[in-house]
C-alpha cells in the first residue's frame, strides 16, 4: 500500500477568490443540498458526523481470519450501520515523504526504534516483490523485508508521509461499489479512522480501496498486479464483460469530469459549469454506486458557491 493506500492523494483545491457572480443563489442552494446529503452519504475526514463509539470500551465488530487466495482478511461478526467506526490506529512509523538516503537504509534506521512488540506486528504482515537474492544471512536482510512490508501495506498519513498500521493493514482491496470502508488520517490526533461508507452485514468481507478506482477494469487490475501482485475479482471486476464495460465508462466519465472539475480553483471554467460537473459526478456516482468522496465534492459545492456570492 506504500505509495498507493495513499494513493487517492486527495489533493485539495484551494479556493480562489473570484469576482463576485450573480445567479448563485442556486448553486447556493445546491451546495446546501449537498451538504446535506454529504451528513449521510459522505466520508468526512474530521469524523465528526461519525458514531463516537469508543473503540477501547466496545467489542469490534469484526474478526482477521485466513481467507482463501487473499491471505488474511476482515469479516463483520455483526452487521455494521453505514458510517460506523471501524479503526483509531496510530502509525507503528512513518516514512516521510522525502528521504536523502536509499529507502532501504532508512529503514535500517527505523528498525531499531520499535520495540519487541512493534517489531513482531511489523513482521507479521504480508509483502509482495522482495529482492529475490536476498537472503537472511543478508545484513540488509530485515531492513529490505521491512522495506517491502512498507510498500505492500503504507497508507498515507497526510502531510507527513506514509505510515505503517498493523490492524487496518489486514484489510483487502475492492474496486468502486465492492468496498464498503474509507480510511482518513486525522491530522489533528495523528490516527488513522476507519468508517463504513455503506451498511456491511454480518459475515461480510470489510473492504477498502487501495487507491482511485475511477479508472477501467483492466488498468486497475494492472495496477493492483504490478503494486500487489494480485489478479482482481472483487464483486466488480468479475461482473460479466458487458455490465463491465457500462461500469468502466461510467468510473472513466467521473475521473474525467473530476479533472475537469480542478479546473475551477486555476479560473478555467466558471463556477456555474463547476456545479454542474458536480452534480453529474454525484449523479453518476449513484448510477455506479460509487459513494466515497462525497463529502469532498460536497465540500466543493460550498467552497464554489461561497467564493461567487455577492
Ligand atoms: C495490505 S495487504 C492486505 C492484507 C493481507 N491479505 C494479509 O494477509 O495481511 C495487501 C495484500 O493482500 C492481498 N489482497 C488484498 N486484496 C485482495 C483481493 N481483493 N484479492 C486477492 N488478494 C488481495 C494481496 O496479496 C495484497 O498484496
Not at 202 to 223: C, K, M, N, S, V
Not at 242 to 262: G, I, K, P
Not at 295 to 303: I, M, N, W
Request: a positive charge; aromatic letters at 8%.
Amino acid at each position: 500500500m506504500a505509495q498507493t493506500k495513499q494513493k487517492p492523494a486527495k489533493t485539495k483545491q484551494q479556493p480562489q477568490p473570484r469576482k463576485s457572480y450573480s445567479g448563485l443563489l442556486l448553486a447556493l442552494l445546491v451546495a446546501a443540498f449537498s451538504v446535506l446529503l454529504a451528513i449521510f452519504f459522505g466520508p468526512w475526514s474530521n469524523g465528526s458526523l461519525y458514531s463516537t463509539t469508543n473503540l477501547n470500551e466496545t467489542p469490534r465488530p469484526y474478526n482477521v481470519v485466513d481467507i482463501p487466495g487473499k491471505g488474511k482478511g476482515v469479516i463483520a461478526t455483526r452487521d455494521i450501520t453505514r458510517g460506523e467506526l471501524l479503526y483509531k490506529e496510530s502509525p507503528l512509523f512513518i516514512v516521510p515523504s522525502q528521504i536523502s538516503i536509499p529507502p532501504a537504509e532508512l529503514m535500517g534506521k527505523i528498525l531499531p526504534t520499535l520495540s519487541k512488540s512493534q517489531r513482531a506486528a511489523l513482521f507479521n504482515l504480508s509483502y509482495v516483490r522482495l529482492p529475490p537474492n536476498l537472503s537472511k544471512a543478508d545484513h540488509d536482510h530485515d531492513a529490505q523485508l521491512a522495506l517491502a512490508i512498507t510498500q505492500t501495506n503504507g497508507i498515507s498519513a497526510g502531510t507527513r508521509g506514509v505510515g505503517v498500521f498493523p490492524n487496518v493493514s489486514r484489510l483487502n482491496h475492492g474496486c468502486s461499489r465492492a468496498f464498503n470502508a474509507v480510511y482518513n488520517w486525522r491530522e489533528k490526533e495523528q490516527k488513522l479512522v476507519v468508517h463504513a461508507i455503506r451498511p456491511i452485514k454480518e459475515g461480510q468481507e470489510i473492504l477498502t480501496a487501495y487507491f482511485d478506482t475511477r479508472r477501467p477494469r483492466r488498468e486497475r487490475r494492472a495496477y493492483l498486479q504490478e503494486h500487489y501482485d494480485f489478479h482482481c475479482t472483487c464483486a466488480v471486476c468479475s461482473m460479466p464483460d458487458v455490465v463491465s464495460e457500462v461500469s468502466d465508462d461510467r468510473l472513466s466519465q467521473m475521473q474525467n469530469m473530476q479533472n475537469e472539475l480542478a479546473q475551477w480553483a486555476q479560473g478555467k471554467i466558471e463556477g456555474d459549469k463547476a456545479i454542474h460537473l458536480i452534480n453529474e459526478i454525484w449523479w453518476v456516482g449513484s448510477l455506479e454506486g460509487y459513494w466515497s468522496q462525497r463529502g469532498r465534492l460536497a465540500a466543493d459545492a460550498a467552497t464554489v458557491a461561497l467564493s461567487h456570492s455577492e
